[in-house]
């Protein structure tokens, strides 16, 4: 699943444990061998050359990236879009399956291909930025911050009419979470295996569950929260993101993923990114879509 390749590394275990200092429990991995050249990708004077740059995006990942009548959209295709204005090439996009974990992914889309007819993109978009990850996955230059993302609670307000809920509320009042997700893990963790907490194949069908009365409140990404309630105008949904016991960290920042190799293409894509953070593109793509703009740490 999409959530637990991105969500169960950046935000870590939601139980308290031992924290490691940056790169300290990290071994250094033996030098990748030499790849033929159409598995490790274009360089970046071929891109321009080519006129256009393709993008790795997750399929079924609104707000975020999806297909819609036969091409890809979604607040990441529209910053790719951005990103190849300011290149001046054409934006092509691929939407692919999530891998068991996100090395997994970058492996497969970023850096090497997978094993049986893959091959790489230019840039991945959506990869989670994590100071353990740069240490970890050598081959990826992990750039272009364009956004912080959080877990939230999204609620009927008719329900909690003095202020949103909070995970202890849920030992009594009926949840929606992603089944497997990390919501659907902290909460599990936290009080328990109660049967207030009802499982969705997706966030989005939490929050349809949510919208239907099925559940007080749903429990995720808060993009993926907001969203619904966007498909949802008329339902009375509210979304907060209160304090989260025991989580190790309930945000995250997302930027891309470039193969090591192309640094330059790297430093190109970060300063468009930057620039649209700058000027406020990219405030406005997230505004447009109705969902909640959090600058990232850069």
């Not at 430093?267 to 406020?280: H, K, P, S, T």
Request: hydrophobic fraction near 45%; include cysteine; charge should be negative.
């Amino acid at each position: 699943m999409l959530r637990r390749a991105l969500l169960a590394f950046v935000i870590g275990v939601v139980l308290q444990g031992r924290a490691f200092a940056r790169c300290e429990d990290y071994v250094p991995q033996a030098k990748p061998q030499n790849t033929f050249a159409q598995d490790v990708g274009r360089e970046f004077d071929r891109i321009i050359e080519d006129g256009w740059i393709e993008f790795a995006v997750y399929e079924n990942y609104a707000p975020w990236s999806y297909e819609e009548k036969g091409k890809a959209a979604g607040v990441d295709v529209e910053i790719g879009r951005v990103i190849a204005e300011a290149l001046g090439v054409e934006a092509k996009f691929r939407l692919v399956a999530a891998g068991e974990n996100l090395e997994a992914d970058l492996l497969n889309y970023v850096w090497k291909g997978a094993a049986v007819g893959g091959r790489v993109s230019d840039v991945m978009l959506h990869v989670p930025y994590d100071s353990a990850l740069v240490c970890r996955i050598e081959q990826v230059s992990f750039t272009g911050q364009y956004a912080t993302e959080n877990i939230a609670i999204a609620y009927r307000a008719a329900d909690y009419e003095e202020k949103g809920p909070t995970p202890p509320f849920f030992r009594f009042d009926p949840v929606a979470v992603e089944n497997d997700a990390i919501s659907d893990f902290y909460l599990t963790s936290l009080i328990g295996p109660v049967d207030k907490i009802r499982r969705y194949r997706s966030t989005a069908a939490a929050m349809d569950g949510l919208a239907k009365g099925d559940t007080k409140a749903a429990m995720g990404p808060r993009a993926e929260l907001e969203a619904g309630i966007v498909r949802h105008p008329d339902a009375g949904l509210k979304v907060h993101s209160p304090p989260l016991v025991g989580f190790a960290r309930g945000s995250w920042t997302v930027g891309v993923g470039v193969n090591f190799q192309h640094k330059d293409l790297a430093y190109a894509v970060d300063e468009a990114i930057e620039n649209a953070l700058a000027d406020g593109r990219i405030a406005g793509i997230f505004a447009a879509h109705g969902l909640t703009f959090t600058p990232p740490k850069r």
